[in-house]
């Protein structure tokens, strides 16, 4: 399960902000707002589309998230 930590820590490893990793989404086509990735960043589960786009970008695995929002 990723931790809200390896969420950040992934972000911050590819020097993003977090409206860098907004505009990261969005690029992929899974608008999100800088709020929204705080919340997910504290815990917030993302939405499934939005999920597949973080696990892409952050190396990170979906099924992680999928397992988190169950």
Known sequence: MPTTLSIREQRIKRGWTQ?????ECAAKGAQVSRAA?????HGATPR???RAVLAELL????????????
Do not use: C, G, K
């Open 19 to 23: 409206d860098d990793l907004a505009r």
């Open 37 to 41: 990735i705080s919340q997910i960043e």
């Open 48 to 50: 499934p589309n939005l």
């Open 59 to 70: 190396d990170l695995d979906v099924t992680d998230f999928e397992r988190q929002a169950s």
